[in-house]
Structures are given as C-alpha cells and as structure tokens.
C-alpha cells in the first residue's frame, strides 16, 4: 500500500522560529511536491523535486527552502515562521513522467504560527 | 488569481439527490485530474481524462473533459453520505499540477 508520510499532523510555532516539515515516501518516487493548502485558494504549489538534490521553485516559493538529500525524503524550511505562513502544508510523491501521473498525498501539517 | 475556477464553492443536498461540480479555465490542459479530499487527510485521486470530449464513469460518478480540454465537469448519481468531501480539479501540463479551490460537497442524510 503506497503512503506518504508527515512528521507532525499539527504544529504551533512562534514568529521567527525556523521550522522543519519533514515528508517521507515508501514508493521509491522521483518526484515529490510541496503544497500550501488555504481555504478558497485550493493548493498552491511551493517547491519541487525531480530527484535527489534536484529542486525547482513553484508558484510561491518566497519564504521558504527544501532539502533533498535522500530520495524518500523531501523537507520544507521556514527559515523564519511568519504569521502568514499559518496554513496547512501538504506532501506529495509520484513516478518520474508527464504530469498526468497520480499524485500521491500525505495527511497534511496544519502549522499555525502565532 | 485561480487558473481553474470551480463552482460551486458549497453544495449540500439530500441523500439521493443528483449534484454536478464544473471545473473551467481558459487555458489548454494536456490532462485534467479529479481528487477527493476529507477532513484531516491528504486528496485522492478519483480519475485523470486526458481526450478531449472524453467520459469515464466510476460506479455513480461521471467525469467529462471538454472538447477543447479547458474545462471539466463531475457528476454524482443518487448521492450518499459518503461522498461528502472536498472536491478539486487539477489541470497538468509539463510536470505540475494546477489546481482550483475546490467544491465542498455535503450530503445529509
């Protein structure tokens, strides 16, 4: 059964604070994703992986770093948590290929920054 | 601003009743994905379509891709329950994906 997993299902963090969200995949996938989830806005993408210690920058990048060292681990960086980085974080794997393969999501981060 | 736009953004009906969700944008897309979502988890997918004027039916759901592949509809028969959920439509050209905001769907029962 493939799974993605997420190292917190709930954060509280303070402004300022640098923040660790860890995904880990079971599926030996190529590509994995990092999301942004907010009401009214559906999913936002922020980064991007094609592989180990390959990244590209999605549609909202600012703010945030990855890292991928490992490729079943894929980490977001908030180098410095702002209140408007509150949100839910979700994490997605899938095979190397056009962008009609399925996606696989993790269970999400709800992160709230006070 | 949304490069697929979905509507309605609520819907609640009676169990058994018919819903449909449209999915529009004026771009191409080379495939259109079609995801569930309920509370505290990540989206599934339900279907991709990937030719224009294509349908597929997954038991009481029915997915279309318009013929000029800009937009998509879904339609639920007889719904239960169990369909209630967060509904989004993905447009994918290259490597990601586009998604719209999404369409809650309640069905009481």
């Known amino acids: 059964d493939v799974k993605v997993t997420q190292s917190s299902r709930y954060l509280v963090k303070r402004t ?16 994995m994703f990092w999301y942004r989830q907010d009401p009214g806005l559906g999913l936002r993408l ?35 948590a702002s209140t408007n980085q509150t949100s839910m974080y979700l994490c997605a794997s899938r095979f190397r290929g056009g962008g009609g393969r ?13 | 601003t949304q490069l697929l736009e979905q509507s309605p953004q609520f819907l609640s009906i009676q ?6 969700v449209y999915c529009n944008s004026s771009s191409v897309f080379s495939s259109l994905q079609w995801y569930r979502q309920e509370p505290g988890e990540g989206p599934v997918l339900l279907v991709t379509v990937v ?18 592949r800009k937009d998509s509809s879904l339609h639920i028969t007889a719904a239960q329950p169990g ?27």
Request: glycine content about 12%; overall charge negative.
């Open chain 1, 16 to 31: 300022g604070e640098k923040v660790f969200l860890e995904c880990v995949q079971d599926m030996d996938h190529e590509n």
């Open chain 1, 46 to 80: 922020i980064y991007f992986s094609y592989d180990v210690k390959m990244k590209e920058k999605g549609d909202i990048p600012e703010g945030y770093s990855v890292s991928r060292e490992k490729k079943e681990r894929f980490s977001l960086i908030l180098e410095s």
């Open chain 1, 102 to 114: 399925e996606q696989y999501f993790g269970p999400g981060t709800r992160l709230t920054v006070t």
């Open chain 2, 15 to 20: 169990e058994g009743e018919n819903l449909t």
């Open chain 2, 51 to 68: 030719t224009g004027g294509e349908v597929k039916k997954l038991k009481r759901l029915t997915f279309q891709f318009g013929d000029a």
């Open chain 2, 83 to 109: 369909d209630t959920g967060l509904y989004l439509c993905a447009g994918s050209n290259d490597y990601k994906l586009s998604f719209g905001a999404g369409t809650t769907v309640t069905v009481r029962a």
